[in-house]
């Protein structure tokens, strides 16, 4: 495994201690790298009203954009599971591959995510996560 993998799936995977996770008892966390060599954390908060809660990239990508960056997203690495079992490879679901799709295109960018597991690391391009992307083109 690259060391900037390690690195990356080992932020997502702290990160995933912040997790506000009372409902699922499954803590997620994810990690952005950029360009210019910075990261953003964030990790799910769920809600009393199930249909709130907030994934950990979600969470991750307003926190980038809510504070007016716009770097180019080169890697993503989602880790996770309930704390103390055996956890499978994390992938981020459906709205967040969109959601870091937005933030990607911003500057034309098809990261690479990494979606962690207790003991595999499944890589992919957020292009071949989310084929046939709707984006901010579309609207031009
Ligand atoms: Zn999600």
């Known amino acids: 495994m690259s060391s900037e993998r390690n690195d990356l799936v080992a ?3 702290l990160a995933a201690k912040g997790a506000y996770a ?3 008892g499954f803590h997620v966390g994810a990690a952005l790298a950029f360009e210019d060599g910075s990261v953003v954390t964030g990790a799910n908060v769920e ?16 926190k980038v954009l809510s504070e ?4 180019k997203l080169v890697a993503v690495a989602v880790a996770g599971g309930k704390p103390g079992e055996r956890t499978p490879i994390v992938t981020p679901c459906g709205r967040c591959r969109q959601v870091l799709h937005e933030l990607a295109q911003l ?3 098809d990261p690479v995510i990494w979606c962690a597991g207790d003991e595999d690391v499944l890589e992919m391009r957020l292009s071949e996560l989310l084929p046939n992307a709707f984006g901010p083109a579309a609207l031009d």
């Open 47 to 62: 809600n009393a009203s199930y249909g709130l809660s907030l994934c950990a990239e979600t969470v991750a990508v307003s």
């Open 11 to 13: 932020k997502a995977r």
């Open 107 to 109: 500057r034309g960018a």
């Open 68 to 71: 007016g960056a716009r770097g």
């Open 22 to 24: 009372p409902y699922s």
